[in-house]
């Protein structure tokens, strides 16, 4: 049986991995974080002393880094090196870079290539910025999160308070967030936009479990089980 895939899309803080790892529970797929594959591109470029601000160097590059994936615990999980990143891939360094790293065709491409190899593993619900337009733009259930950038900020500001990696205050974040939007919305390369067909979802003022709802109603019928 062909996979089916739950594509969601939106501004970082828009709610859509926590919107994405509770629809995955209560239908049983198999959760993917396209964004935690860019933020280890970047990881992976510092480390290795690449320029981030010099797309050549960025693509050339991007074509020696392996990861590998696996499903665990409900979700598609990433190793580089047989290790997970963990919260390495989500300082605010690594949010200043990923970025420029995004824009480059080649780490797109092969981004991309990697998430389609893994309807392999069963049914997905994919968060990302081009799931609906670029990497799965067929699929019948796809999403558009947004909110104020002031509740998008709030939320990453007390997800770093959380992770025990904050060190911005919530006007930082906000700026933060807002230049990541101009980047991502403005790139030549599968830029962030609302696809025509996607159901757009403002959770500004939505309870997490109103969301996930409104995500599960919206699901063909015989999606709304991961069986």
Not at 21 to 47: F, N, P
Not at 57 to 65: G, M, N
Not at 144 to 152: G, H, K
Not at 171 to 197: Q, T
Request: proline fraction near 5%; include cysteine; hydrophobic fraction near 40%.
């Amino acid at each position: 049986m062909t996979s089916r895939v739950i594509a969601i899309d939106g501004p970082s803080g828009a709610g859509k991995s926590s919107v994405s790892k509770r629809v995955g529970e209560q239908l049983g797929y198999l959760h993917v974080d396209s964004g935690a594959l860019y933020r280890i591109m970047t990881w992976q470029c510092l480390v290795n002393g690449i320029d981030t601000a010099n797309p050549d160097a960025v693509a050339a590059f991007a074509e020696q880094v392996t990861v590998d994936f696996s499903p665990c615990d409900g979700k598609i999980a990433f190793y580089v090196n047989g290790v997970e990143p963990g919260h390495a891939i989500r300082t605010p360094e690594i949010n200043k870079h990923t970025s420029p790293v995004a824009t480059v065709k080649a780490v797109r491409d092969r981004i991309t290539e990697w998430l389609r190899d893994m309807t392999r593993f069963g049914n997905l619900i994919v968060e990302g910025r081009d799931i609906t337009t670029a990497v799965f733009p067929e699929s019948p259930a796809r999403f558009y999160l947004v909110a104020s950038p002031e509740a998008r900020a709030e939320r990453r500001r007390l997800e770093e308070v959380q992770k025990g990696i904050a060190n911005q205050s919530v006007e930082d974040v906000k700026k933060s967030l807002l230049a990541r939007d101009a980047i991502d919305s403005s790139r030549k390369h599968a830029p962030l936009r609302k696809a025509d067909g996607a159901l757009e979802i403002d959770s500004t003022f939505m309870t997490l479990e109103e969301v996930i709802q409104t995500v599960i109603n919206a699901l063909p019928a015989d999606w709304r089980t991961g069986l």
